[in-house]
């Protein structure tokens, strides 16, 4: 699986959870959520490092 399809897959589980519990007032969906934008986060960070050494290396 490539990176740009890890962050859609982690996109498309985030995106419901958000409209259920912005829109819905459900707060275990919001605790969802924040599981999902935490794994997003260090997803992010591991492309960010991976971008950085590419550049680095040529």
Known sequence: MSRLDQ???LMGELE????KFYGKGNKAA???ARK?????KKL????RL????????G
């Open 16 to 19: 419901p959870e958000l409209d």
């Open 50 to 57: 991976e971008i950085q050494d590419i550049k680095n290396r």
């Open 30 to 32: 919001g605790t969802r």
């Open 44 to 47: 992010s960070q591991e492309i």
């Open 36 to 40: 999902h934008l935490q794994e997003l």
């Open 7 to 9: 962050v859609k897959a």
